[in-house]
């Protein structure tokens, strides 16, 4: 019997390396989302810029779209811009944004600065849709296939590399 009152404290030791052994073989910058494949949130924001369009879960489907969310004060935001005004120039897919959390003002002045790259943007100053969609931070980019359901997710700033070695060729896919 003390032989095994002995036993249990290794056996809780190899239980406790083997989960964290597990644990570190994961990549800590995948962020799981419960949303893949399922149909965009309901949301419906007001438009960023008065008089334009807001955007709402009825925007989406129909054609193959990416949905950004930004905003000003979000520094990777910015290191990401140039790759969204390129797809937007060349008119590669439909860009829509969410501004997340970002006074009006503020935002506006970044787009002037650095340019539009979005067809429509929803301005989320509660940040109510972002919950919604499962926003960890910004920026967070969603490809949303024709039929209206999330299929890919990319949390942080997109670069070049992720953009023609994922996205792209998805958006292909997605179009066939």
């Not at 989960?19 to 924001?45: H, M």
């Not at 296939?145 to 890919?152: A, F, M, N, T």
Request: charged share 25%.
């Amino acid at each position: 019997m003390k032989r095994a009152l002995f036993l249990v404290p290794l056996a809780l030791f190899l239980g406790l390396a083997v989960y964290f052994a597990v644990g570190l073989t994961k990549d800590p910058r995948i962020l799981p989302s419960a949303l893949i494949d399922k149909p965009a949130p309901e949301f419906a924001l007001d438009p960023l810029k008065d008089g334009e369009q807001g955007l709402a879960k009825g925007d989406l489907g129909g054609e193959v779209v990416l949905v950004n969310v930004f905003a000003s004060w979000c520094v990777p935001c910015r290191a990401e811009h140039p790759v969204l005004m390129r797809l937007a120039e060349e008119k590669t897919i439909p860009i829509y944004g969410i501004n997340y959390k970002d006074r009006k003002k503020e935002a506006l002045a970044w787009l002037d600065e650095l340019g539009d790259p979005y067809q429509r943007i929803g301005h989320d100053l509660s940040g109510r849709a972002g919950i919604n969609w499962g926003v960890y931070g910004v920026p967070e980019t969603y490809v949303i296939g024709r039929d209206g359901r999330i299929r890919y997710r990319h949390v942080g700033p997109l670069f070049p590399e992720i953009l023609e070695k994922t996205i792209l060729p998805l958006i292909e896919e997605l179009r066939q």
